[in-house]
């Protein structure tokens, strides 16, 4: 014979309390009156397990009375509305809809809510000034120019946004233009690293860096690393006169990819053949005039300061149907340079 217990407070079939009766005595037993939050009053973050987050406040607080109540996630959905008493004080109407075991049991109640005001971790070491890593941009044998400094930070506030899904201290607590480049202090070497890599990447050059002792933490020696990157001798957009021939450098990678301006064509210029070149120009300073004519050898175009029709070596990547429209060239002392 199968025996049977009942409930002892509502009599239905059950071995002790049932489900319908656990959940009725944990909700009125168990619900904070008051949900403390502690928050960041600089970037809004939310403590929660000792962690800060950026999370929706009202997320905050439904796993908040989740976790007071025991509630299972899968099978409760919670709705909080809230009501601003002030900046430190909300009012939370919360409802709970149970959809398993114990459905039907929809419950709602009120809990105040108070904000505790706490500047986080992170924004506490920004404000301070502290860094981890700095990444020092220079140029290889020439000072940087402006639009470099401005395309590097770029590159860096980037990496950074990205950086800090995975770590919130990765920041970036201070940048400094100077005459000879750009200083940028980061929050953590990995954050530093990551950076450096980035501006490489797009920019090209190479890096160095070195390591100072600064101090000890938890019994272990705490460094400060510089890393130093040098960007190419030659940016974007020069107009380089190398082994008798004129290119454009047009991108650096692990590579100095460059157009000949006399066939139009890419081509690939090693390191070795850069000690020889020599900057003649920039697409930045070319001029718009208009393509005259174009003969076999030759083609015939406006001198778009004094207007004088100019007769330069034909470059092979013009036609005859080019006729009329307008160009980039570039002057040098070498002469007229036309630009594909």
């Known amino acids: 014979m199968r025996l049977e217990s009942i ?9 002790g309390i049932c489900e319908r009766c656990r959940a009725q005595h944990r ?7 008051v949900i403390t939050v502690q928050a ?44 601003e008493k002030s900046r430190s004080n909300l009012r939370a109407h919360v409802e709970i809809r149970d959809s398993g075991r114990t459905r039907g049991l929809d419950e709602t109640f009120e809990t105040n809510v108070r904000m505790r005001w706490t500047v986080c971790d992170r924004c506490s070491r920004i404000a301070g000034g502290y860094y981890e890593s700095k990444v020092q941009i220079r140029a290889q044998h020439r000072m940087i120019e402006d639009t470099e400094r401005d395309h590097a930070l770029k590159i860096a506030e980037s990496t950074i946004e990205h950086a800090q899904r995975e770590n919130r201290l990765a ?8 005459k000879e480049g750009l200083d940028i202090y980061v929050g953590t070497t990995k954050a530093a690293k990551q950076i450096v890599r980035a501006i490489i990447q797009q920019m090209g ?53 460059a157009i000949d301006l006399e066939t139009g064509q890419r081509a690939v ?7 020889r070149a020599k900057l003649v120009g920039a697409r930045a300073d ?26 330069i070596k034909r470059p092979q990547y013009t036609r005859k149907q ?19």
Do not use: M
């Open 27 to 33: 909700h009125t037993t168990a619900v904070p009156k």
């Open 269 to 275: 210029l090693k390191s070795t053949d850069l000690r």
């Open 205 to 257: 050059g190479g890096f160095a860096d070195s390591a100072q002792l600064v101090g000890r933490r938890d019994g272990k020696d705490v460094y400060r690393v510089t890393f130093v990157v040098r960007l190419p001798e030659f940016p974007l957009g020069s107009i380089i006169s190398c082994n008798r021939r004129f290119y454009e450098i047009c991108s650096i990678s692990n590579a100095i990819n």
């Open 40 to 83: 960041c009053p600089t970037c809004s973050a939310y403590q929660v397990l000792g962690q800060w987050i950026h999370e929706d406040i009202h997320r905050v607080i439904a796993d908040t009375v989740k976790k007071a109540l025991n509630i299972n996630v899968d099978e409760t959905a919670i709705n909080i509305v809230l009501e």
């Open 7 to 15: 409930c002892p407070n509502c009599g239905e079939l059950s071995h």
């Open 286 to 311: 070319a001029k718009t005039t208009v393509l005259a004519a174009v003969d076999v050898d030759e083609v015939h175009v406006i001198d778009p300061e004094t207007y004088a029709s100019l007769t």
């Open 171 to 178: 920041f970036i607590s201070k940048t400094v233009r100077l």
């Open 322 to 340: 080019d006729e009329g429209t307008q160009v980039k060239v570039v002057k040098t002392s070498d002469g007229l340079l036309l630009l594909p």
